[in-house]
T-cell receptor, first 114, second 115 residues
């Protein structure tokens, strides 16, 4: 099983619907992240959390919210999805004890908003 | 603020050619880490290498090599004798001191290796 698991892997939804992408990890890492990937734009940070009580906005947080339910779980919500939120979303973790900031990624969740 | 620039959007080479992917970064940190990730057509992100700012030695791993030059703020990636399986999007990334700053990624370079 993957160390960082994202569900769903693929989702098609309609404009205005609420969507939640879930991420769980078994690596025991304190830090979790949500990135968004669009063709030609690379990976952009949406939100990150350094521990259960810590939530920080990233570069492109508008239109998104997150919840850190436990050390191992970090969910991303789109309250009212719009077509330009169609993208590939990645959850990632990193180890507090590692100074490098190296990320360990989930397999990605492809979201299409019609 | 930290920034990573991958000026090459797409590169196409014929199999067995050598190819270099460029990465230029900006940071005010004196200690930082640089990364390369590979994203094959299947979509997952595969870690390739991590290099800290104090280690300017070039690194070679099989057909892959990395050239880190602090003087030019560059961390270039060369694939020797490219193969079709090297076709992917490659991302360069930068993290700040102690990993307290989330990784900042370049926009990626799409490499196509043609048989």
């Amino acid at each position: 099983d993957a160390d960082v698991t994202q569900t769903p892997r693929n989702r098609i939804t309609k404009t205005g619907k609420r969507i939640m992408l879930e991420c769980s990890q078994t690596k025991g890492h304190d830090r979790m992240y949500w990135y968004r990937q669009d063709p030609g734009l690379g990976l952009r940070l949406i939100y990150y959390s350094f521990d259960v009580k810590d939530i920080n906005k990233g570069e492109i947080s508008d239109g998104y919210s997150v919840s850190r339910q436990a050390q191992a779980k970090f969910s991303l919500s789109l309250e009212s999805a719009i077509p330009n939120q169609t993208a590939l979303y990645f959850c990632a973790t990193s180890d507090l004890g590692a100074a490098t900031g190296e990320l360990f990624f989930g397999e990605g969740s492809r979201l299409t908003v019609l | 603020a930290q920034k990573v620039t991958q000026a090459q959007t797409e590169i196409s080479v014929v199999e067995k050619e050598d190819v270099t992917l460029d990465c230029v970064y900006e940071t005010r940190d004196t200690t930082y880490y640089l990364f390369w990730y590979k994203q094959p057509p299947s979509g997952e992100l595969v870690f390739l290498i991590r290099r800290n700012s104090f280690d300017e030695q070039n690194e070679i791993s099989g057909r892959y090599s990395w050239n880190f030059q602090k003087s030019t703020s560059s961390f270039n990636f060369t694939i020797t004798a490219s193969q079709v399986v090297d076709s992917a999007v490659y991302f360069c990334a930068l993290s700040g001191y102690s990993g307290n700053t989330p990784l900042v990624f370049g926009k990626g370079t799409r490499l196509s290796v043609i048989a």
